[in-house]
Nanobody, 121 residues
Framework: QVQLVESGGGLVQAGGSLRLSCAAS????????MGWFRQAPGKEREFAAA???????TYADSVKGRFTISRDNGKNLVYLQMNSLKAEDTAVYYC???????????????WGQGTQVTVSS
C-alpha cells in the first residue's frame, strides 16, 4: 500500500513558476513509476509527466520544455517543477504511483488527493 500527499499548489501569474511535491509512504518507493496528472474543470484527467524507477522521464507535449519531473528515493519524494506557466495549466494536479508499464496512462495503482494550481493571465 502506498499513500501519496501532494503539496505546493497555489496561485501564480502567467510566466511564473511553481514546484509541486509528492510525499510517498510505504515500502519500495524506488520501484515505482511516479506520475503527475492534471484535471481542469469540465475536462478529463490528463497525463503531464512521469519518472520511471530508473529515472527515465516522459512528458506530455503540452508541458515539454517547461515542466521537469524528478525524484528523491532517499526521501520518498517526487517533484514537478513548473516554469513558464500558462493559464491553460490551471488544474488540479495529482500524483500517482504504479508498478510496471503504462507511464502515460491514467491506470495507476495509487493516487493522491490533488493540489490546485491556478495561473492568472
Amino acid at each position: 500500500q502506498v499513500q501519496l500527499v501532494e503539496s505546493g499548489g497555489g496561485l501564480v501569474q502567467a510566466g511564473g513558476s511553481l514546484r509541486l511535491s509528492c510525499a510517498a509512504s510505504g515500502r519500495a518507493f524506488s520501484r515505482y513509476t511516479m506520475g503527475w496528472f492534471r484535471q481542469a474543470p469540465g475536462k478529463e484527467r490528463e497525463f503531464a509527466a512521469a519518472i520511471l524507477w530508473d529515472s527515465g522521464t516522459t512528458y506530455a507535449d503540452s508541458v515539454k520544455g517547461r515542466f521537469t519531473i524528478s525524484r528523491d528515493n532517499g526521501k520518498n519524494l517526487v517533484y514537478l517543477q513548473m516554469n513558464s506557466l500558462k493559464a491553460e495549466d490551471t488544474a488540479v494536479y495529482y500524483c500517482a504511483a504504479r508498478i510496471g508499464l503504462g507511464a502515460t496512462l491514467p491506470t495507476y495503482d495509487y493516487w493522491g488527493q490533488g493540489t490546485q494550481v491556478t495561473v492568472s493571465s
